[in-house]
């Protein structure tokens, strides 16, 4: 009885003492917390490249959080005490970059290049994170300005094709805007653009996407943000004059969505735009029914580009498995191409384009690897800002071109750069 | 547990007293070593900048015709429903619906209804009430923006107050009725002489809240047109929390957010001064 009361016992301790190794190394597991805003994780497929990712790394517990665009706002409050809720942010626009970096809180991604050459990048997308020769975002999820035209609306109004010049968007805006019951009131508008002010700022970005395209520049000689150019006005007086002239959706300007929501719906033929909406209209109208055209001029000229937001190491969380995350997921072949299959989503590494399909992806690799991007300034969300609010204020009449962005640069002249 | 001067003081005094030193500061939160004393600068500076200027005059828009029309049509709804009409009971509860639903929620179902292109006012009244040319781009035009806005205000606080209100009626003696329809008065003298006059406790307090809420109006501009388009819409809180969280600039924002504090400390005094003149 004694020996199986004794036998028992030390059963029971090597029980204990085998689930105490089995926690141990449960415990010994270290946690990545990838903080992903919300409309990425389904874009790019988050669930997925979490579990290859743990799959890859036995050792890491890697966790999806997501966050919104609100709380963006509390990171600087977070950060400030150096503490973070996340190893690495995938989300807010790279014009956070320069407030996080003049902190001192988040880690320069320069270690990629050990692995993915610079020159592998394409150029634009690597600028747009760049300050004093270190890269504060990594580049991912490109978008070029672009327009999208509904193939139907095009044929039913007798037009054939894209238009090639801006002469001829114009054209082809006014031909397609149309009063299809006869009751004085427009039913279908020729085009419409996320021409938005703050704090979307979107009608800057496509202004400097039309500049671009029709050969004008955003910097001066001296690299210095340039709204005073003849080019510049010309390219927001294109949007003012279809405006006036009817031709344009009146309420494009209030938020981005108003465009691309008409055009699925029927009531905008063409759309300048990110081209990455493409998708998702084929998606709803089918895939004969909307075609993506580069802005005339900008496979020769370039366009305006950015990214769908940074991607952030924080100074204070988990960098060493970050920086796996980073090349296991962030610069695998896999993500960025399944997100440009699905959602059009652009790849910022040249050879993530190779197994892409769809024959506008050549294009638009020309354009990107060509175009402008936004400077990051100190006082960027300023900056935009002020354009954005005289460009509308140009859009909707209230002030000429001339007028408005005379009172943009005396607005933006003294901003930190 | 905390002394009850402890709490207030932690979460009342000290932020209200850390950001009157802010309004006095030029802090930045992307250079916080390089904060100054600059005295009244910020208010020197907020004279000369035309985007507070716009947004304190829409702030004012907002006092003189939101604040009125709020307070008459709460009104108008509590004597509605005060009434003992079959089916009251239903509107009492449903009076309620704008009040429940979360204020985010209202604003993003307002932008969709007023939309241009695909929004229900206007397919109301371009499909049902055969009036096209009355379409109007109610959250895109400059000239209407901040009046559509102003509605969803009304549409949002109108029940709020409304139960104020109806309070304030159950509290009036009902003897007083009685007796002053055996005198012979009409429905209009009994509101003039007995109700109005008997209700205006009930007027102060609907008029400081409402003088407060319609400084401090952010979430139906922020969601509905973030201040646009063309900053026809800012208003003080959007302007302030715009330098605050978007500009960094603390010290700023601050100094406007005290505007927005002198401002609603002044009705609230003229509405107090006003009541305690009546009641000597």
């Known amino acids: ?417 | 547990m905390l002394p009850p001067f402890l709490v207030i003081f932690i979460f009342l005094i000290y932020p209200l007293l850390h950001s009157l030193y802010l309004s006095l500061t030029d802090f930045d939160y992307l250079d916080p070593a390089a904060c100054r004393f600059i005295g009244l600068g910020n208010h020197f500076h907020l004279l000369m900048d035309e985007s507070f200027i716009a947004a304190l005059r829409h702030t004012g828009i907002m006092l003189a015709v939101y604040y009125p029309a709020v307070i008459i049509l709460s009104l108008f709804v509590a004597l509605l429903i005060s009434g003992r009409i079959k089916g009251m009971k239903i509107a009492r509860t449903a009076i309620f619906i704008p009040i429940v639903i979360p204020l985010s929620f209202t604003a993003i179902i307002w932008q969709w209804m007023y939309s241009n292109s695909y929004g229900v006012i206007n397919q109301f009244l371009t499909n049902v009430l055969h009036l096209k040319t009355l379409q109007r781009n109610w959250l895109g035009d400059p000239k209407y923006a901040l009046y559509s806005i102003l509605v969803v205000n009304i549409w949002r606080r109108t029940p709020f107050d409304a139960i104020i209100f109806l309070a304030g009626l159950y509290a009036v003696p009902q003897s007083l009725y009685e007796v002053a329809k055996i005198d012979g008065a009409s429905y209009w003298k009994r509101l003039w002489y007995i109700t109005l006059p008997l209700l205006k406790e009930t007027f102060i307090i609907v008029a400081v809240l409402e003088a407060i809420f319609s400084v401090k109006i952010f979430v139906q501009v922020y969601v509905m047109t973030g201040g646009g388009p063309a900053e026809s819409t800012e208003v003080l809180y959007t302007y302030a929390y715009r330098n605050a969280f978007r500009y960094y600039k603390m010290g700023y924002a601050a100094t406007i957010s005290y505007i927005m504090t002198a401002i609603i400390l002044l009705i609230t005094w003229v509405n107090i001064k006003v009541f305690k003149t009546e009641r000597q």
Not at chain 1, 48 to 61: C, G, Q, S, Y
Request: one cysteine or more.
């Open chain 1, 1 to 417: 009885m004694r020996r199986r009361i004794k036998g028992l016992m030390l059963a029971g301790v090597l029980a204990v003492f085998l689930l105490g190794i089995e926690s141990a190394g449960i415990s010994a597991k270290r946690t990545l917390r990838v903080g992903t805003q919300a409309w990425i994780v389904k874009k790019y497929n988050m669930a997925e490249a979490v579990k290859r990712f743990n799959r890859m790394h036995p050792d890491i517990d890697a966790k999806i959080i997501e966050f919104t665009m609100e709380e963006i706002r509390r990171f600087m409050l977070k950060w400030s005490r150096e503490e973070t809720s996340y190893d690495i942010v995938i989300g807010p626009g790279v014009q956070f970059a320069r407030p996080y970096q003049e902190r001192n809180f988040i880690l320069p991604w320069n270690f990629v290049f050990e692995k993915v050459p610079k020159d592998e990048f394409l150029a634009p997308f690597l600028r747009l994170s760049e300050i004093s020769g270190k890269y504060y975002s990594l580049p991912w999820c490109g978008e070029v300005i672009a327009l999208i035209y509904r193939t139907d609306l095009v044929k039913d109004a007798g037009l054939t094709g894209a238009p090639k010049t801006w002469a001829e968007v114009a054209e082809y805006a006014k031909k397609l805007t149309m009063d299809t019951d006869n009751d004085g009131v427009v039913d279908i508008y020729g085009l419409a653009s996320p021409l938005v002010g703050p704090p979307s700022d979107k009608i800057d970005w496509v202004v400097w996407g039309t500049l671009e395209s029709k050969g004008g520049n955003l910097y001066d000689k001296d690299g210095n943000f340039n709204v005073k150019s003849e080019k510049y006005r010309e390219a927001l007086k294109f949007y003012v004059d279809l405006r006036k002239a009817g031709c344009l959706l009146p309420d494009c300007h209030v938020d981005d969505n108003v465009g691309r929501n008409a055009f699925k719906a029927g009531k905008v033929a063409m759309l300048i735009t990110w081209h990455s909406r493409l998708i998702e209209a084929q998606h709803i109208l089918g895939f004969d029914k909307a075609y993506l055209a580069p802005l005339p001029g900008s496979v020769e000229n370039g366009s305006f580009t950015t990214l769908g937001g940074g991607v952030y190491l924080p100074r204070f969380g988990n960098v060493e498995d970050a920086k796996k995350f980073t090349f296991d997921v962030l610069l695998s072949d896999w993500w960025n191409q399944w997100a440009a299959e699905n959602y059009g989503k652009m790849p910022t590494v040249k050879p993530h384009f190779a197994e892409l399909k769809e024959d506008y992806w050549d294009d638009l690799l020309k354009i990107a690897d060509i175009s402008s991007t936004m400077p990051l300034y100190i006082d960027a969300p300023k900056m935009f800002d002020s354009i954005a609010t005289e460009s509308v204020k140009a859009l909707l009449g209230e002030k000429s071109v001339d007028e408005a962005m005379d009172r943009a640069y005396d607005k933006i002249k003294d901003l930190r750069k």
